[in-house]
């Protein structure tokens, strides 16, 4: 996978952004996010760039989102553009991703959830789990 067709600004600093295909004990693919990782993370136009690129190479296999909160911060929940923009992102991928599962959830989460909840397709909240262990082996 070259970055830089994907993601030039996270091509130039890994840490720009947070969105990845990480090694698991499952054949789904699985991505990976922690907006508390991303140094760029009120970059919206690169953020769903990066996304929209990584999704791309998937095509139309199933695939599973976790997204951890570890570090997610109030300057996080006031991206409410770059949230809403993800969340479209992810209910018009809802014919391919299998389920969603939430790291680490804290009050700022909930701030968030509660902002994207009107934008987020009703197929995609059925597949949200708030969970502090995933039920696969992951390799990071």
């Known amino acids: ?11 130039i600093n890994p840490k720009a952004h947070s969105f ?3 090694e698991t004990s499952l054949n789904t693919p699985v991505y990976y996010t922690c907006p508390g990782d991303a140094e760029d993370y009120s970059d919206s136009d690169g953020i769903l760039t990066h996304y929209e690129n990584m ?3 998937n095509g139309d296999k199933e695939w599973i989102w976790v997204f951890n909160c570890d ?7 006031l991206e409410f553009n770059t949230a809403k923009r ?7 991928e ?4 299998k389920q969603i599962y939430i790291l680490n959830s804290n009050f700022v989460l909930n701030i968030i959830l509660n902002l994207v909840w009107p934008f987020l397709d009703d197929n995609i909240k059925d597949l949200i789990i708030t969970t502090d262990e995933l039920p696969f082996r992951v390799s990071f």
Not at 1 to 11: A, F, G, L, R, S
Not at 86 to 92: D, E, G, K, N, T
Not at 94 to 97: A, C, H, L, Q, R
């Open 1 to 11: 996978m070259n970055m830089k067709n994907i993601c030039p600004k996270c091509h």
């Open 20 to 22: 990845r295909l990480i």
């Open 55 to 57: 999704l791309k190479l």
């Open 71 to 77: 570090r997610l911060e109030i300057k996080h929940s």
């Open 86 to 92: 993800v969340a479209a992102l992810i209910s018009h």
């Open 94 to 97: 809802y014919n391919s991703i």
